[in-house]
């Protein structure tokens, strides 16, 4: 699991430097992606959503699906509110949990569909828009999926 984590982490890393994603982000989108890489899947129980909720186990009633994402983002908000972890201004705090929170429930298999086609609509219609926070989100979401599948 820690191994994945920072395999996922380095490339997202390569992607917001070599790929020069970082040329298309804000600072704490940048800072949200590696945040997101690297807590994507803590405590994960090395079962899947499907199986999680087949055998009925605790964490499908108390996360609504996806079940081991929500778990991820919930663990990961819980720590960035710690006081040690309290290094930016409230707005960008507020901010940065947001995006690490959508980033996490990216990597839901479950959404492959629907990011690639987000992805297409955006780049293959000529659409993307720098200036557009919701562009770049989905940048990211892309970004995290791809860290996280090619690892």
């Known amino acids: 699991n820690s191994t994945h984590a920072a395999d996922v982490t380095q490339t997202m890393f390569f992607f917001l430097k070599t790929c ?4 298309l982000l804000e600072d704490e989108e940048m800072l949200a992606c590696l945040v997101a890489a ?3 899947d803590v405590s994960h129980p090395g079962v ?4 999680l909720a087949a055998i009925g186990h605790s964490l499908s009633v108390e996360f609504k699906p996806p079940i081991l994402e ?3 983002s919930q663990i990961s908000l819980k720590l960035l509110k710690k006081p040690k972890f309290q290094f930016l201004p409230t707005a960008q705090m507020k901010t940065l949990c947001y995006l690490v929170k959508q980033l996490i429930l990216a990597t839901d298999m479950s959404k492959h569909v629907q990011t690639l086609t987000d992805l297409k609509h955006l780049i293959g219609e000529g659409q993307y828009d720098k200036r557009n926070p919701q562009h770049r989100l989905v940048l990211m979401k892309c970004a995290i999926h791809c860290a996280d599948v090619s690892n």
């Open 48 to 51: 899947n959503n499907s199986f």
């Open 70 to 72: 929500n778990l991820h």
């Open 38 to 40: 690297a807590a994507h």
């Open 20 to 23: 020069r994603l970082n040329q």
